[in-house]
C-alpha cells in the first residue's frame, strides 16, 4: 500500500518456461504506471540479482545504492 506517494514494486516473478520472453519487464512497467495513475510520486524497487537489475534499468529504474542483507 502506498505511503506518502511512495511504494515499492515487488514480487515480480516469471516463471522459468516463460522468461526472457519480456514478461517481467512488461509486468514491471505496467505496475510502475498503475502506480503512477493512483497518485504515486516515488516507486523503488531493489533487484537480487544482475540479471533482475538489467530488466529494471530497461523498464527506467537506476541504481541510486546498495543495500546489504544479513541473514543469521
Given amino acids: 500500500m502506498p505511503l506518502n ?3 515499492e514494486i515487488a514480487g515480480i516473478g516469471v516463471i522459468p518456461s516463460f522468461r526472457r520472453r519480456g ?3 512488461a509486468l514491471t512497467t ?3 504506471q498503475e502506480a503512477f495513475n493512483t497518485g504515486v510520486t516515488v ?5 537480487a540479482h544482475e540479471a533482475e537489475e538489467r530488466i529494471y534499468k530497461r523498464a527506467g529504474f537506476s541504481t541510486i545504492g546498495e543495500i546489504l ?4
Fill in 5 to 7: 506517494q511512495t511504494t
Fill in 23 to 25: 514478461v517481467a519487464g
Fill in 30 to 32: 505496467r505496475l510502475v
Fill in 43 to 47: 516507486a523503488f524497487l531493489m533487484a
Fill in 69 to 72: 542483507h544479513i541473514s543469521l
